[in-house]
């Protein structure tokens, strides 16, 4: 299954979770995936601070937000493909490091265009070093370690993204290159733990090829969309931003048929085959479209409208990582129990109702009374959510394609906030001229939360038609794609309850050694 290219602890039975090596493997993962996850939460929570300092309008700082997300989006699942042809190790490295090289840029950034382009530096060194984490893990433990390994992962990641709101409303009211500029010993911690400490691994199985061109096609026409649909809310429709439409469709279009003939495609066409799978991405599109839009929106509302400080506004998204992590597990095995269904309708529908209780916030909202409570209502339905839908996408697709499976997911996640901090802000009447103006903004807020509720209550609507009733039949399978016969030990799957995702901004990456079985 796995060839080590460098002696190390990562020895042909796999590393044990309470041995000193398989400590120092876990620490170098955690932190590795800590500097995406800590960078999705302080960046939102500066942006205020960065549209004040730089002089830059509304859409400055989407892109802020958006730069990074496209080329995550876009590149991820080439990164994991890279780190299984080529050392996962290796690739996990460049990342750490290319992510670390990206922030200084960020942090030293003098005005909102260069800021904007150092972000999607860092957005291709997450691409890399996202997917080298989980796939170190996995290639790293073996059988109940390795469950055990990717729940401490997981949980201790949760950890990560708890602190960060706090730890960057701190930083902000200070500098907020400080956000970016924090990224580098950490960096250097990671670099030198690993260097010493994992081995490398490459998977013996995988594809002979990179397929490059519908990497490049996903790149061309996400950005397409993006731009133009950024363009679109902001100041209107122009003959170039159309065209920019036009061309991203038709890139995506493109994309598809590529897929569909490449001898080793990002996104195996034939589980899209399979209804439950398709349905369970479009509810992914719709749910995690609201939350891209609400965690750009609600820091800055809580700082423009209510005057909180950085660190309190930044406090204002705590509760729903801390629900995420205490309750993630009890709901993905609810979803065990009774099937994905019920969680994933009645989700959504108790989200939306945590939205609808944010548009009460306004200029002399209290956090206690008005944050709070409706945050922790979106933070359940969230819960009921999450852990259910990762559940219907992995037993939707067959083993082999299980890494796939859960990679298309992710993408699908990541591209969903990507087109929402797009779209959301222009629809709901937020533009370049009125963002900092708190009456105005206000207003735009609170249709953005209209916006917001409605796309979740469709995403309930459609897991009460599409999803199944129960895990592991076979109602509602498509036909499974031919597969050549798997090389080595089939990968048992990691436990839905010991595997759910705490982290918000995407679901979880399934190891991608899993994913050829």
Known sequence: MTSQDVPGPAAADGLRMGSPAGR???????????????????????????????????????????????????????????????????????????????????????????????RALQGVGGALLTPGSLAIISSSFHGKDRAAAVGAWSGLGGIAGAIGPFLGGWLVEWTWRAVFLLNLPLAALVIVVAMKHVSESRDPAAAPGLDLTGTALAVAGLAALTWSLTELGASGGSVATWATLAVGVLALAAFVVVERRSPHPLVPPALFANRVFTAANIVTLLVYAALGSLFLLLVLALQIVAGFTPALAGAGLLPVTVVMLLFSARSGALAQRIGPRIPMTVGPLVAAVGLLLMRRIGPDASWWTDVLPAVLVFAAGLALTVAPLTASVLDAAPDRYAGSAS???????????????????GAAGIGNADYSDPVAFEAGFRTALLIGAGLLVLGGLVSAVGVRSKLGGPEDAGPSPAAPEPVGPPLERIPLERCAHCGITGPQVYPRDAADR
Do not use: K
């Not at 990679?407 to 802000?425: D, E, S, T, Y």
């Open 24 to 118: 120092w493997v876990l620490l170098t993962t955690v932190l590795g995936s800590s500097l995406a996850m800590l960078d999705g939460t302080v960046v939102n929570v500066a942006l205020a601070h960065i549209g004040e300092d730089l002089g830059a309008g509304f859409t400055g700082l989407q892109w802020t937000v958006n730069a990074y997300t496209l080329a995550l989006a876009a590149l991820i699942l080439l990164g994991g493909s890279l780190g299984d042809r080529y050392g996962r190790r290796r690739v996990f490295l460049i990342g750490v490091a290319w992510f670390a090289l990206a922030s200084l840029a960020c942090g030293l950034a003098p005005n909102i265009e260069l800021l904007v382009a150092a």
């Open 407 to 425: 990679g298309v997911n992710n993408a699908v996640a990541r591209a969903a906030g990507l087109l929402a901090v797009a779209v959301i802000p």
